[in-house]
């Protein structure tokens, strides 16, 4: 079983600049897909950026678009969200996920098919 493991979350001003990890273990990315979701309290888990399986192409929520960027290290079979100009709305509990289907299909919960723990952003104003 894939198992998914976040890392970096933390309080940050808003304009600020964090960097999210996730570890993956028993995981390829030619096997499964890897997406970001967030998790604000109240709210649903939104997609909000997926790296496909396969052909490794990355996909974005339009709300991150130009200000968070999702990366890979197939060596670590590790991923990274670096996530610029946060605002205080992108406080939620960010998630790594995994799923078996391709393309930006990933960016949808029911697509899923692993969650990691989840790791707290904190955007203040």
């Known amino acids: 079983e894939v198992q998914l493991v976040e890392s970096g979350g933390g309080l940050v001003q808003a304009g600020g600049s964090l960097r999210l990890s996730c570890a993956a273990s028993?995981?390829?990315?030619?096997?499964?897909?890897i997406a970001w979701f967030r998790q604000a309290p109240g709210k649903e888990r939104d997609g909000v950026s997926c790296?496909?399986?396969?052909?490794?192409?990355?996909y974005y929520a339009d709300f991150v678009k130009g200000r968070f960027t999702m990366s890979s290290d197939p060596v670590k079979n590790t991923v990274y969200l670096q996530m610029n100009n946060l605002k205080p709305e992108d406080t939620a509990v960010y998630y790594c996920?995994?799923?078996?289907?391709?393309?930006?299909?990933?960016?949808?919960?029911?697509?899923?098919?692993?969650w990691g723990q989840g790791t707290q952003v904190t955007v203040s104003s």
């Open positions: 028993r995981f390829t990315f030619d096997d499964y897909g």
């Open positions: 790296i496909s399986r396969r052909d490794g192409r990355t």
């Open positions: 996920a995994a799923g078996w289907t391709y393309g930006n299909a990933l960016l949808r919960p029911s697509w899923v098919n692993y």
